[in-house]
T-cell receptor, first 115, second 111 residues
């Protein structure tokens, strides 16, 4: 069964450094998402991406964050200057298209630790 | 998206059916009921969704009341691997809508 993959599984970085989290969505999916989950808290939406542009973003997704689909397979989340509070699990998700089977499928996550 | 209410935790004996309730009294006519689960810090996993008819797949059954104000997710034969947080989410289908997660129900399957 096709699945969303994410790399790395765990990223440790120093405060102020840039990180890029990578995701390979399910092939032929059209909608892409990033979510995050701070330890012990709810899964929070960050951003959705469709047709090579951001379709919606949350208040969390400020100027420090950016997303990109550099080729036909990867979807990346960049954090320009990490802060301690960016430590969290980051989940990528993708969805095929419109219709009643428009389920979002999530990847296994990247654990980001900012020191 | 309509608000949902779930019990914070439930226990279920291994091999028995797990029935997880969800109230969504403000659901709109075009909103679906989705269920996801999250097994300890893994990515949320889609389980099932429905509009008004009961649904069944290889993982679970979804029973939606006739007035659509509540639903029940049924895991017919719970195993230890079903221990997870289960999220009931009500949302419109289509478009690029995000999934808004609540606190969910922590299901503990007991040997």
């Amino acid at each position: 069964e096709p699945e969303v993959t994410q790399t790395p599984s765990h990223q440790v970085t120093q405060m102020g450094q840039e990180v890029i989290l990578r995701c390979v969505p399910i092939s032929n999916h059209l909608y892409f998402y990033w979510y995050r989950q701070i330890l012990g808290q709810k899964v929070e939406f960050l951003v959705s991406f469709y047709n090579n542009e951001i379709s919606e973003k949350s208040e969390i997704f400020d100027d420090q964050f950016s997303v990109e689909r550099p080729d036909g397979s990867n979807f990346t989340l960049k954090i320009r200057s990490t802060k301690l509070e960016d430590s969290a699990m980051y989940f990528c998700a993708s969805r095929g298209g419109t219709g009643s089977t428009d389920t979002q499928y999530f990847g296994p996550g990247t654990r980001l630790t900012v020191l | 998206d309509a608000k949902t209410t779930q019990p914070p935790s439930m226990d279920c004996a291994e091999g028995r059916a797990a029935n997880l309730p969800c109230n969504h009294s403000t659901i709109s006519g075009n909103e679906y009921v989705y269920w996801y689960r999250q097994i300890h810090s893994q990515g949320p996993q889609y389980i099932i969704h429905g509009l008004k008819n009961n649904e069944t797949n290889e993982m679970a059954s979804l029973i939606i009341t006739e007035d659509r104000k509540s639903s029940t997710l049924i895991l017919p034969h719970a195993t230890l691997r079903d221990t997870a947080v289960y999220y009931c989410i009500v949302r419109v289908s289509g478009g690029y809508q995000k999934v808004t997660f609540g606190i969910g129900t922590k299901l503990q399957v007991i040997p």
